[in-house]
């Protein structure tokens, strides 16, 4: 597949020079609601937005929650249609028109495959379909993988979803990271990058930052060990300097607390 100077402009502001990046998901309302500190998303994202080289969100959020000023690509999630009440999550489809994403100035379009799932057939052709239309106008797509209650995210697993994904036409890839995550990451032709997963202790979330890049993803897409953090600031700065800084885990935590001692940045709703 060609790349134009559209697409390339497009991915180099979302990695930067040194191939790596930093995303910051707070796509979460899409199908959870008001999602645990993402309440008020104007009230988190706002700190966050000098430190994210990317934001992934909605269109609503987007509009709603974000000055039109700000000087951040938008990774526009364009899948939903299913809420956290539902058994079955993989009920996705296309949400936001092609039109809407070039209106909004996204830089980048996210959609769920479930590999796996009840709607699998359904996902996948959605992403095909949106490749196909966002390609025409030099926008990549991002495959989300592995969003699922039931799946067991191991190395196998995640390495057929995201080949399945690159396979597809996706530009870039988000799943989880893994044992063995070098495997996923060989046999995926495009960018990883991981997702956090549920907040678990800061420390913890830097190692395995620090683990994912060593592995050869590119980066992060997080979201909840960001913002639900108590020190979101100094958590975002933290994992900056793994990605971006080559930083290791015990440079990361010293960073985290000593931001968190200067800047008292407790997002409260
Ligand atoms: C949900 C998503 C989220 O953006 C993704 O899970 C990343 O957030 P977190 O780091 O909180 O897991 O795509 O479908």
Redesign the pocket.
């Known amino acids: 597949m060609s790349m134009d100077w559209g697409m390339r402009n497009r991915l180099s502001r979302i990695f930067k020079s040194d191939g790596k990046t930093v995303m910051l998901?707070?796509?979460?309302g899409?199908?959870?609601g008001p999602t645990t500190r993402l309440e008020n998303p104007r009230r988190t994202i706002e700190p966050l937005l000098p430190y994210a080289d990317s934001i992934?969100l909605t269109r609503g959020v987007l509009r709603n929650c974000v000055d039109a000023r700000a000087d951040v690509p938008v990774v526009l999630?364009v899948s939903g249609g299913v809420s956290i009440l539902k058994e079955d999550l993989s009920d996705e489809d296309i949400t936001t028109s092609i039109e809407e994403a070039i209106r909004l100035n996204a830089s980048a379009l996210?959609l769920?495959i479930f590999v796996g799932e009840h709607h699998e057939h359904r996902t996948l052709v959605n992403l095909a379909r949106l490749v196909d239309e966002a390609e025409r106008y030099g926008i990549p797509v991002l495959a989300?993988t592995a969003?699922g209650r039931e799946m067991a995210r191991d190395a196998r697993y995640l390495a057929l979803a995201c080949r399945i994904a690159a396979e597809l036409g996706a530009r870039l890839v988000?799943t989880?990271y893994c044992e063995n995550f070098e495997k996923v990451v060989d046999s995926c032709p495009v960018p990883l990058v991981?997702?956090?997963?549920?907040?678990i202790p800061e420390r913890d979330a830097l190692q395995l930052t620090y683990n994912a890049v060593r592995d050869g993803a590119a980066g992060?897409?997080?979201?909840?060990?960001?913002w639900?953090s108590d020190h979101p600031v100094a958590m975002i700065r933290a994992v900056r300097a793994i990605v971006h800084d080559n930083a290791s885990v015990d440079e990361a935590w010293q960073i985290f607390n000593e931001l968190k001692g200067k800047e008292e940045v407790v997002v409260k709703q």
């Open positions: 998901a707070v796509d979460h899409y199908f959870q992934m999630r996210a769920s989300v969003v988000k989880y991981i997702a956090g997963g549920k907040k992060v897409d997080m979201g909840r060990n960001i639900q």
